[in-house]
């Protein structure tokens, strides 16, 4: 449950440091333990006392540490082991005869619980049934074809309604019954797997002082294990037995309407027989049916000696006799299968007596007709009378909302499929051609191919080669910035040269004059003085 969850987030996720929140968590484990094994609560403090003490002998507070360090999938299994071994250890103390608050006798509980529900069940199944078998007789009564007097229509439909009632409840409850009962079937080997293994650990743990855990942990565990699923049918028994308890309240209905003061003139001189009596009146040889009787080549009548698995043949509309529920309005007379059942179109009917039998088989498909049309008139008999795959146009949300006791119809097909018999391989040659024309034709066409080229074309997009994009990272520019900017000029050397022009006869006197600066430090004033050469 939520409760359970809440705790077991609360153990694995928790981050504890300190001793305070260790402890803490020490606490909420042992909690965790009484919650998911139910024996005990956690708000008792002797149980609290006796799921520490138990927890204690496996799994020591001082191994915290490494339970925290575990992953969360392993910290979950160890959990429920530990609480499987803590469960199995406390379970096993009470039966060996220690006194433990908080364990309750689960055993003794099941079987008075389902004792006093089965109990329950039955007298309620047979006030049910006596009163459907009052309304049956009241119907038939007044149903036969030969009858004098009729019922008034409002109390026809009033005691048809009432009969199909009981029939529903006496379907509910016999499933409740069969389910309970598997309940308790179950409950009687595990019985003895409890006592099987408390026995075995008796055995080991005697005038012992210390034994291998290999030996007794899984034995704890099994007996744990055997605990839970008593608890289970003990929770699956309290269901049907709340279940049949809903029920009940609907099937007080009919008897608060219809009392006997309000049926006093129907009930007069009336004799009311009950299912097993009706049974019991039409088995003997005389009441067969005879298989002369049947004429159509359609139907064949079987009986308990003539086949094997008769008890287990799936009898139609849930074992009433087909022939009243078509004729008679819808009335519900348990069939009898010592009659003989008849199988009509692969379904296996059976009747309530040798002349309801003989008149179904003169117009089988007209009975089966009138029962399906009955049905539609009262909508209940579907679900009562298993006729789902009659009403296969019901909408599966319909069937999911009503169904109580049938299955989803199942929509048939005829499908064939062939195939070769026998598989010869083909040895015919596909190209070959008898008509000497069209082998004309395919020589010109030879003939005009060895006068052509092909040609291709290779273009951008065909080249089929794949593009590749590469990104890299372009190198990040850097500057230095100094206190002080310092630079070197070097003198650049000129000359002048004077005395070159003149007249060629004339001695010549060339004069150079060197311009070029002094690599010294000097002014420039200094630079605009002459120099003499």
């Known amino acids: 449950n939520a409760q359970l969850q809440k705790s077991s987030n609360e153990i694995t996720d928790s981050r504890a440091r300190t001793r305070d929140e260790l402890e803490a968590l020490y606490r909420r484990i042992v909690s965790y333990t009484l919650l998911r094994s139910s024996v005990g609560s956690p708000t008792d403090i002797v149980s609290v006392r006796e799921a520490t003490a138990a927890l204690q002998s496996v799994f020591p507070p001082t191994d915290l540490g490494n339970f925290m360090m575990l992953p969360l999938r392993d910290k979950e299994m160890q959990l429920k082991e530990m609480c499987s071994l803590t469960t199995g250890i406390r379970l096993f103390n009470k039966t060996n005869g220690d006194e433990m608050d908080g364990v309750e006798d689960l055993l003794n509980v099941i079987h008075q619980s389902q004792q006093a529900a089965l109990s329950k069940m039955q007298d309620d199944l047979i006030s049910v049934s006596r009163k459907c078998f009052k309304y049956t007789a009241i119907l038939e009564k007044y149903s036969q074809p030969g009858a004098v007097?009729?019922?008034?229509?409002?109390?026809?439909?009033?005691?048809?309604?009432?009969?199909?009632?009981?029939?529903?409840?006496?379907?509910?409850?016999?499933?409740?019954?069969?389910?309970?009962?598997?309940?308790?079937?179950?409950?009687?080997?595990?019985?003895?797997?409890?006592?099987?293994?408390?026995?075995?650990?008796?055995?080991?743990?005697?005038?012992?002082?210390?034994v291998p855990t290999l030996e007794v942990y899984p034995t704890f565990m099994s007996i744990s294990n055997v605990w839970t699923r008593l608890q289970e049918e003990l929770v699956l028994s309290g269901v049907l037995e709340n279940i049949f308890t809903s029920l009940a309240a609907f099937a007080e209905r009919d008897g608060q309407l219809l009392t006997d003061e309000v049926l006093q003139t129907q009930l007069e001189g009336l004799n009311i027989p009950s299912d097993l009596d009706r049974i019991q009146q039409s088995s003997s040889a005389a009441d067969r049916l005879e298989p002369a009787n049947v004429f159509s080549p359609k139907l064949?009548?079987?009986?308990?000696?003539?086949?094997?698995?008769?008890?287990?043949?799936?009898?139609?509309?849930?074992?009433?006799?087909?022939?009243?529920?078509?004729a008679l309005n819808g009335l519900l007379l348990p069939g009898n299968p010592q009659i003989g059942i008849v199988r009509y179109c692969e379904r296996f009917y059976c009747f309530s007596s040798q002349e309801a039998a003989k008149l179904f088989c003169t117009e089988p498909s007209r009975c089966v007709a009138m029962v399906i049309q009955q049905a539609k008139v009262s909508p209940e008999l579907i679900q009562l009378l298993e006729l789902h795959t009659q009403f296969a146009s019901m909408t599966s949300q319909t069937l999911d909302q009503g169904r109580l006791m049938g299955h989803r119809p199942v929509t048939m097909s005829d499908a064939g499929?062939?195939?070769?018999?026998?598989p010869i391989e083909s040895n015919i040659v596909k190209s070959y051609e008898?008509?000497?024309?069209?082998?004309?034709?395919?020589?010109?066409?030879?003939?005009?191919?060895?006068?052509?080229?092909?040609?291709?074309?290779?273009?951008?997009?065909?080249?089929?080669?794949?593009?590749?994009?590469?990104?890299?990272y372009l190198p990040r520019g850097k500057e230095t910035q100094t206190m002080r900017v310092k630079h070197t000029t070097v003198p650049k050397p000129a000359n002048y040269m004077a005395g070159l022009r003149g007249d060629q006869e004339m001695t010549r006197k060339s004069l150079v004059v060197d311009l070029t600066p002094s690599i010294q430090t000097h002014t420039i004033a200094e630079d605009l003085q002459p120099k003499n050469h």
């Open 434 to 472: 008898w008509n000497e024309w069209e082998l004309r034709r395919k020589a010109i066409q030879l003939a005009n191919l060895r006068q052509k080229a092909t040609q291709s074309v290779q273009t951008v997009l065909s080249h089929y080669r794949r593009t590749n994009d590469t990104q890299v």
């Open 417 to 422: 499929t062939q195939t070769d018999v026998h």
């Open 149 to 210: 007097f009729r019922l008034d229509p409002a109390m026809d439909y009033q005691l048809r309604s009432a009969m199909i009632n009981c029939r529903q409840h006496e379907v509910f409850f016999r499933l409740l019954m069969a389910d309970l009962e598997m309940c308790r079937r179950e409950v009687e080997p595990l019985e003895k797997q409890y006592y099987a293994y408390v026995g075995f650990l008796k055995s080991t743990v005697q005038s012992k002082l210390a």
């Open 300 to 326: 064949e009548v079987f009986y308990p000696e003539t086949v094997k698995n008769f008890a287990e043949l799936p009898m139609e509309y849930r074992g009433f006799c087909a022939y009243s529920v078509a």
